[in-house]
């Protein structure tokens, strides 16, 4: 009897960590939601995302998410506009939570404000993307078994939220750039919703001198974070109109936010739409003149063009130490977030009472530009310095 008992107990394991179908994951419920969101059918013409979820069965489910939208990102030509999954994002995503309860609460639901993107156009924010790769990356070694896991680590991790609140239209561009890349991997890149964004973006990008100085003779401050703000209200309206609707006709009903008209608006003149921002947040911008610096700026990377075709000043490092020619190759051929996530960020070094990442760039390749955000690392290392960037090439590239 106790034997039948245990066999019972096991086949009830196995079964419970099988691979299961969307229904069985998320719900009957839920997938009919997320099949009217989608504007499927079928559960199985749901895009890729839910089915691997699904299959994945509470394995790795920011590890899930994360290799579809490389996926999807690769698909729009360019990995690096996926934002990164922290293990607050992906519960969200996980739960069905997409819509949130609270449009004026930034931190709740899938929007625009939770976008962790690779922008380098300032210490903080390149010290925020950093911290956002290193978090997941320990979150990933908890759940995954590779540690000891505490289950009060893991729910500290999954609610560290940073809400991000663009204070350039650099970082806002990146910022919508990837919330359209997760769109795209929630949604399908046919859907509706994604195809006004993403129209929406390119049209911006088209003409980005003169919106955005539409933007700023309005709100110099914070016209970035209001133009995303104006993104965050619409899709959150659509969310919760599409997943709320009583039948799938009323959810088929639903409009489609209509971002271009919003693009004809600006052109003349008009910007009455624009809405602002929940108080809260107001005092969170510091005003900052429009960066110099590109986030395409990254070892590994050509330099950009800007207009006229004229290259950006380059800087060369005529004092480079002789051990690190064996790694020119490494960083010029890796994609510097994955070399983040295997062995953390570079080693900082102190300039001008500030702690700041070392420049890869200028000391392993012997080049960058005149705006790289961390060009007071532009110069001779000590001994010491060069040891500790040696020691993280070791540990990145061999």
Not at 147 to 172: C, E, G, H, S, Y
Not at 261 to 277: A, C, E, I, N, T
Not at 328 to 336: A, C, D, H, R
């Amino acid at each position: 009897m106790c034997h039948e008992v245990r066999n019972d107990a096991t086949a009830a394991r196995t079964a419970a960590a099988a691979p299961k179908s969307v229904a069985e994951f998320f719900g009957h419920t839920t997938t009919d939601k997320l099949m009217a969101l989608c504007q499927v059918h079928a559960a199985h013409a749901l895009p890729e995302i839910w089915i691997s979820l699904a299959a994945a069965n509470g394995k790795r489910e920011r590890e899930v998410i994360e290799s579809r939208l490389r996926v999807t990102a690769t698909a729009l030509g360019d990995p690096e506009l996926a934002p990164v999954i922290t293990p607050d994002l992906a519960k969200k995503i996980v739960s069905v939570r997409l819509e949130g309860s609270n449009l004026d609460d930034f931190s709740d639901g899938v929007n625009p404000f939770l976008m962790v993107i690779q922008d380098y156009t300032s210490p903080g924010s390149e010290k925020q993307y950093f911290d956002a790769i290193s978090l997941a990356a320990d979150y990933d070694t908890l759940v995954g078994g590779t540690a000891a896991a505490d289950l009060a680590d893991i729910t500290k991790m999954r609610t560290a939220i940073k809400v991000q609140i663009p204070t350039n239209f650099v970082t806002m561009r990146l910022m919508l750039q990837a919330f359209t890349v997760l769109l795209a991997t929630l949604l399908e890149e046919t859907h509706d919703v994604v195809q006004q964004l993403s129209r929406f973006t390119t049209q911006f990008l088209n003409k980005e001198p003169f919106y955005v100085s539409r933007l700023q003779n309005v709100d110099p401050k914070y016209g970035p974070a209001r133009l995303l703000r104006y993104v965050q209200l619409h899709v959150r309206a659509y969310f919760a109109d599409t997943m709320g609707a009583a039948t799938p006709a009323v959810a088929a009903a639903v409009p489609t936010p209509q971002f271009l008209d919003r693009l004809r608006d600006m052109k003349v003149g008009d910007m009455s739409w624009l809405p602002h921002l929940p108080q809260r947040y107001y005092s969170t911008v510091t005003p900052k003149t429009e960066p110099k610096v590109e986030p395409e700026d990254k070892p590994g990377k050509a330099p950009k063009k800007e207009e006229g075709g004229n290259k950006r000043k380059a800087v060369r490092n005529t004092q480079m130490d002789a051990r690190f020619e064996d790694f020119k190759t490494g960083i010029s051929n890796s994609k510097f977030n994955d070399v983040i996530k295997k062995v953390g960020a570079p080693p900082t070094v102190k300039r001008g009472g500030d702690d700041i990442a070392m420049c890869v760039s200028y000391h392993l390749r012997g080049t960058c530009f005149e705006s790289c955000s961390r060009k007071a690392d532009h110069g001779p290392h000590s001994k010491d310095e060069n040891d500790q960037l040696y020691a993280w090439c070791k540990k990145a590239f061999e």
